[in-house]
């Protein structure tokens, strides 16, 4: 069975007809081509797949597409302005918190949902909010000190200048 | 030389692609009227094969091509040829593929796949390496001896044992006999999962000329490309392999997996894009995994507290094929006495087919399992002789003028392990004296490494210069979150002494068009890649510098390359690289040279090999990487539970390339060395032969709150005589000695020995209940007694 659904996703307007079990990671990926989003799992524990569902992180692979009609989506590809990365990104890069990327898109969306909604979180609170969000590679440490330091950027307002090449 | 680039932590040269979602990953590609494959998996451990019959699910709905052992009888694997494509006439383990099918859905292929009929006449299966050696044990592989394998592999035909590796130096039971200490214990490893974020999946197409393209999750493309070629008997020219954004590997996308299942169903629905791509459930039985260890450790000790005899006894669960894992066996056997000097050894690595999950490489290719066992030895050894275990490593371990177990005199080239454990030692504070507190300890572990691989494993490069002097780099080793493609930046820069903005690395290679490179494993790309990055290097100043000679009247031994510039210190002229680049035009218009480009390659010299029944070698392996780590621990003795507080990890990498990826690859380690430690392990259902746990749900890795609060890095740097500036392997090593330097500290906490990985909570209570009961607990897990074996023989 198929339904239509209008929805904002990077502030762009979409109205497509989906199936109405087709999940919102799918729609995303195969329908939008908007290929950040991972699937790492497809059952909602690894956290490769978040995005801002009306601002707040979400497993995109456990959210129907039909459920997001009338809402806003942001993934990766819409968080920088342009060629200027969110500081989120930009912390990423200058902590050296990056390695293969498969779980970065996730890392990156959970972290700015946190900070959406505590915007002076301590290490435990980062901690805790990163938990479901899998990485192999990095041993979290350099994520964990990107995201407490794009949090002071942003608090302080110095959102620093990055230039996407 | 004083470098510009090597030493500073340059940012990712792939990292805004991959913090804004533009690296494409290979499941991420589009491809037209793309098929899906659904693999059809034996739900047996062992199995007769006695039919297999597509003709229903070949007639469903959008089936458009189906593939058995009927038509794919073909072999494959990397060192032994003992796997087929898809099953002919038995299976060997649950989740072995007997035949696939595509279909234009995915729904279509699991509905269609559903159709298939198999009989099997089931067999008695094997699960462990002991049962697989015992006599009368039911043969995995009853055709053994008729596999194609290289010739320094030596499968056992009418046995499980797929190779076996000697070690005999000295004479190890004359002067065991006359030790003052013996100490024999038994140490056990699971099988575990790499747990890469991203599944491997392979997309394969076979066009109307029969060209053959293929993407692929792998860390090998050429690898690959052989590898089939080998398998479908075609010609290299006919087949291209392409590598795009890989989401981490550790091993597990070595060698070949899925790509000969996806050429199958490419090669029957040709002119169709064919996709295979695994589940997460399928990732943790049906891919690759690590195998499982038995290690029995004797040592005997001198009353100065010198080993003077060590045998090592390593007992591998090769699980159902052992293509790739054949040599992690011969690498633990050639390695079997890690960072220790042991002037009589005995040494067996016994590799043993059991109707398990493959074991391939993992991370480490061997070494962690068997530090687990050697490290918690040679600590047990130290505290039985009353020698402080910082003391009793520094008095044993390897270093410059020391002799490694195949008999190999190391240089003052090779690296100092005693820096290491010393300075990791002092970190974590753990003088012999210092106050103790009951339930928290410290405890160390050593760690060291070779690259295990063929002698002639080579890495290639190309350098060429685009129109405005942009330096690009080809290459074919796979930035698989390591930073190959990084280090290769700061490489090519520093070599032609250019500004980093001015070099793009071309990664993600493709057969037909990258420069040839046996495999991104080994920990071995910095250096392999990094010398052929410097030897183009230096092939381009050569013809830079004949063009600018030319122009300048001056020799060109006089010429240097600097910041974009071909530069004449002596009189201070310049020309700036894009006016060289493409060739020098001269005023009245002739032009000399041409594009500057320049291919680089390098092979390691004077690899010789092991002695077949001795394993002695002057040069067995390429180079040797030491380290060691030690950490805090603290025990809650009410519920065994225990944090990881403190972590420092030091390694002698020769030269330092990029702090920030460096302390990235050693966390990392570090926490992956912590989840097989704490909380990885596989099992299996042993009635069923399944494993129970595949799942992310079931099968725990660690995430951001099991990071110990403090890991403190810090690296030596002897240089490497053949590396790059010095430089010489880390990845592998930094998760080595983690879970046995956790099992050291747990027994300076509170006394108890953990000889089976995973060191649970529920091993650690029922280890505290018999350590305060003298008596021997259920649920330890080990069968061994509570005290070592210790006596005077």
């Known amino acids: ?165 | 030389m004083n470098p510009r680039w090597i030493g500073h932590t340059v940012e990712r040269v792939d990292g805004v692609e991959k913090v804004t979602g533009a690296s494409r990953f290979t499941a991420d590609l589009k491809f037209p009227r793309l098929l899906h494959a659904f693999v059809i998996r034996s739900p047996h451990p062992h199995a007769r094969v006695l039919d297999v019959r597509m003709k229903k699910a070949a007639k469903a709905s959008g089936v458009r091509a189906v593939a058995t052992g009927r038509e794919f009888p073909f072999h494959t694997g990397i060192y032994l040829k003992d796997q087929t494509v898809f099953a002919t006439d038995r299976v060997r383990f649950v989740g072995d593929p007997v035949a696939a099918l595509a279909a234009e859905t995915p729904e279509e292929a699991a509905a269609a796949a559903a159709l298939v009929e198999v009989d099997y006449e089931p067999l008695e299966p094997i699960f462990d390496a002991p049962a697989g050696i015992a006599p009368g044990a039911p043969l995995v592989h009853p055709d053994l001896g008729r596999y194609e394998c290289v010739p320094w592999i030596t499968p056992k035909a009418g046995t499980n044992i797929c190779n076996h590796l000697k070690v005999r130096k000295g004479d190890y039971e004359g002067v065991l006999a006359r030790c003052a200490r013996v100490v024999e214990n038994v140490f056990e490893v699971p099988q575990v999962q790499h747990v890469p974020l991203e599944t491997h999946v392979s997309v394969a197409h076979v066009d109307l000329t029969g060209k053959i393209e293929v993407h692929t999750s792998a860390q090998s493309p050429f690898t690959v490309r052989h590898l089939l070629c080998a398998c479908f008997s075609l010609p290299h020219g006919d087949v291209s392999v392409n590598v795009p954004a890989v989401g981490g590997g550790f091993g597990g996308k070595a060698g070949i997996n899925l790509e000969p299942i996806a050429v199958a169903l490419a090669m029957v629905a040709r002119g169709r894009w064919v996709r295979v791509l695994v589940d997460r459930v399928e990732e943790f039985y049906a891919t690759v995994v690590r195998q499982g260890l038995t290690a029995t450790m004797v040592t005997g000790v001198d009353r100065n507290g010198k080993v003077q005899a060590q045998k090592m006894h390593y007992l591998w669960n090769c699980g159902a094929y052992g293509g790739y894992g054949v040599n992690v066996v011969r690498a633990a056997g050639y390695t079997c006495g890690g960072a220790y000097e042991f002037p009589n050894v005995w040494g067996d690595s016994i590799g043993v087919y059991t109707n398990r999950p493959i074991g391939s490489a993992y991370r480490g290719f061997g070494m962690q399992e068997i530090h687990w066992a050697l490290e918690q030895q040679m600590d047990i050894v130290a505290h039985e002789i009353g020698i402080d275990p910082v003391e009793f490593r520094l008095l044993n371990c390897l270093g410059p003028g020391k002799s490694t177990v195949t008999g190999q005199v190391l240089d003052e080239h090779a690296g100092r392990p005693d820096t290491c454990i010393e300075r990791v030692a002092a970190t974590i504070g753990m003088k012999p004296d210092r106050p103790r507190t009951r339930y928290r300890g410290k405890g160390i572990a050593c760690a060291v490494k070779a690259p295990a691989m063929p002698n002639d494993a080579s890495s290639s490069v190309v350098l060429k210069f685009a129109e405005d002097a942009t330096l690009e780099v080809l290459l074919s080793g796979i930035d698989y979150g390591q930073g190959l493609k990084t280090i290769a930046a700061q490489f090519a820069a520093e070599a032609l002494d250019l500004p980093m903005e001015r070099v793009r690395v071309r990664g993600n290679p493709d057969t037909d068009l990258s420069p040839y490179d046996w495999q991104t494993v080994a920990s071995r790309q910095t250096w392999a890649t990094g010398n052929a990055i410097f030897k183009a290097g230096a092939e381009l100043k050569r013809q830079l510098f004949a063009m600018a000679a030319q122009v300048l009247e001056v020799p060109p031994g006089e010429l240097e390359c600097r910041n974009g510039e071909v530069v004449h210190p002596p009189t201070s002229r310049t020309i700036p690289l894009p006016r060289l680049v493409m060739g020098y035009q001269f005023p009245d218009g002739h032009t000399i040279g041409g594009p500057v480009a320049a291919a680089g390659a390098f092979v390691p010299e004077g690899l010789l090999h092991l002695h077949p029944e001795t394993s002695q070698s002057a040069k067995p392996v390429a180079k040797w990487t030491f380290g060691a780590q030690a950490l805090e621990v603290s025990v809650d003795p009410e519920t065994g539970r225990y944090e990881v507080e403190r972590v420092a990890a030091c390694y002698d990498v020769g030269r330092v390339v990029n702090p920030g990826l460096i302390a990235g690859q050693t966390y990392g380690g570090v926490v992956q060395g912590l989840g097989t430690g704490t909380m990885e392990e596989l099992v299996l259902d042993r009635r069923s032969g399944r494993v129970v746990n595949a799942s992310l749900m079931d099968y725990k890795i660690p995430t951001s709150e099991d990071v110990p609060k403090e890991i403190a890095v810090s690296y030596v740097e002897t240089p490497q005589a053949d590396g790059p500036l010095g430089a010489r392997g880390i990845g592998e090593h930094t998760m080595i000695p983690t879970p046995a330097a956790l099992a050291n500290a747990l027994y300076d906490a509170c006394g108890i020995r953990i000889k089976g990985l995973p060191i649970t909570a529920e091993k650690v209570l029922a280890a505290l209940k018999e350590e305060r009961t003298g008596h021997r607990a259920q649920g330890a897990g080990k069968k061994e007694p509570e005290k070592e074996e210790v006596g005077t023989r």
Do not use: W
């Not at chain 1, 198929?2 to 109405?20: A, C, D, P, Q, S």
């Not at chain 1, 801002?52 to 497993?59: E, F, I, Q, R, T």
């Not at chain 1, 912390?91 to 970065?104: D, I, K, N, P, R």
């Open chain 1, 1 to 165: 069975m198929r339904k239509k659904i209008k929805l904002r996703v990077n502030g762009v307007e979409e109205r497509h007809e989906v199936e109405v079990n087709e999940t919102l990671l799918d729609f995303l990926r195969d329908t939008l081509d908007l290929t950040g989003t991972k699937e790492g799992c497809n059952e909602g524990e690894c956290g490769a797949c978040m995005v801002l569902l009306d601002g707040k992180a979400v497993n995109s692979c456990l959210v129907l597409a039909v459920e997001a009609n009338g809402r806003e989506v942001t993934t990766v590809e819409g968080l920088a302005d342009g060629p200027r990365l969110h500081p989120v990104q930009r912390a990423f890069l200058e902590h050296s918190a990056v390695q293969c990327g498969f779980c970065t898109p996730g890392m990156i969306i959970t972290a700015v949902g946190m900070l959406n909604e505590n915007p002076e979180p301590s290490e435990a609170d980062v901690r805790r909010a990163m938990s479901g969000n899998l990485c192999r590679c990095t041993g979290y440490r350099q994520i964990i000190d990107a995201v407490l330091e794009a949090a002071k950027a942003m608090r302080t307002g110095v959102a620093r200048e990055g230039v996407a090449r």
